[in-house]
């Protein structure tokens, strides 16, 4: 059975979403630990990071670094972190969260955001993606 993620990538799931490649797929999390938390994930469905074959890898962190480098400009944050869990959905992904303090990296507290704030933040990243 496709993954949440490979549903959401298929177009048979809604999302917000930030941008695509070939490989990749950029979207915001639907439970963010701050606004701007944006998920970006292989078309190719794969469990766990570790297995990627490299050069998939290595396509996935530049992918992740320019979508990142737009949600810096787009949210005010002190820093764009980036973590890799993947125990809720076994498709990987990358988490890029905008973080004003430690608490937004702990997957602990979470924002509230309507589907208005949703849009509005996704249209300011994708604008500021080159
Ligand atoms: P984890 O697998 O622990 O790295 O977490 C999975 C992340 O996917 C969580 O932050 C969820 O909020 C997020 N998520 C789950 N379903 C969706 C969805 N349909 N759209 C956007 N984000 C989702």
Redesign the pocket.
Known sequence: MPS??TK?INGD?P??KIAEDADNFA???????AKG?T?CVPKKEVDKIMDLDEEAYMKLMSFSRRIGKAIEAAVACKRVGM????????HV?V?LIPLHSMKDAT?QHKENLNSEEFETIAEKIRNYLK
């Open positions: 949440i993620f959401i799931i999302c917000y979207f915001l999390d639907i439970n963010p630990n938390h998920l973590s890799v869990i993947g125990l809720e959905v076994p992904h988490h997957f």
